[in-house]
């Protein structure tokens, strides 16, 4: 589960049904599982859905809590994913962009047509990397961190991931995405810092050489 650890960061793979960040009392979480690993508290800085899974880092002090949330806030902080869909007629590669507006008290993301009061901009930008059968592999890099956002653009242009009900795909399945990489600078050092992994088991096992 933990890939990287110093006295400011660590580094992890989020695995699927946990919070990302401290929920209600009695749930389970990331930042409780690593406070306990680590033997200290630890900070969020980013997200991850409690049903995807994936790399994330997590801070050990406020004081890089702080300059990683600030490199999030700047755009700084590179985050990439795998997706897997239907397979679509798409250009292969491209940009997504929409208004996105979240309804809290259904737990799900909207497209909206015009900004308004809690309308944010989403833009992501995509590759297809495979395709077997009628499922397709895409490699995703988010330009902005809005919630579900990989989820509710693609489910907008009628390829929901695999997996994911909530946004439309009918298919039994853990959700079809993945995060697989982020970049950012160490929040002492300033060293550039690149981790990856691959996923492993569900729908993904398709894609393997």
Do not use: W
């Not at 990287?4 to 699927?16: A, N, T």
């Not at 799900?108 to 809690?118: D, L, N, P, Q």
Request: charge should be positive.
């Amino acid at each position: 589960m933990i890939i990287f650890e110093d006295s400011e960061i660590v580094v992890c793979i989020k695995p699927k049904g946990l919070l990302s960040q401290e929920g209600t009392p009695g749930t389970q979480s990331m930042v409780a599982v690593l406070g306990e690993k680590c033997g200290c508290r630890v900070y969020p800085v980013h997200r991850l859905d409690k049903d995807v899974s994936g790399v994330m880092v997590y801070a050990k002090t406020k004081e890089a809590a702080g300059v990683l949330s600030k490199q999030v806030a700047d755009r700084k902080m590179t985050k990439s994913y795998l997706a897997v869909t239907d397979k679509s007629d798409i250009a292969p590669e491209g940009t997504m962009e929409d208004l996105l507006f979240f309804d809290k008290q259904r737990n799900k993301s909207f497209i909206a047509k015009s900004e308004r009061r809690g309308v944010k901009k989403a833009v992501l930008h995509y590759r297809l990397i495979k395709t077997v059968g009628d499922k397709s592999l895409y490699g995703i890099k988010l330009e902005t961190g809005r919630t579900h956002q990989i989820r509710v653009q693609f489910a907008s242009r009628k390829m929901p991931l695999y997996g994911d009900r909530k946004y439309g795909n009918k298919e039994k399945g853990d959700i079809g995405l993945f995060s697989s990489s982020l970049a950012f600078r160490h929040p002492k050092t300033m060293e550039d810092l690149l981790f990856t992994a691959k996923p492993k088991g569900g729908i993904f096992d398709i894609f393997k050489e």
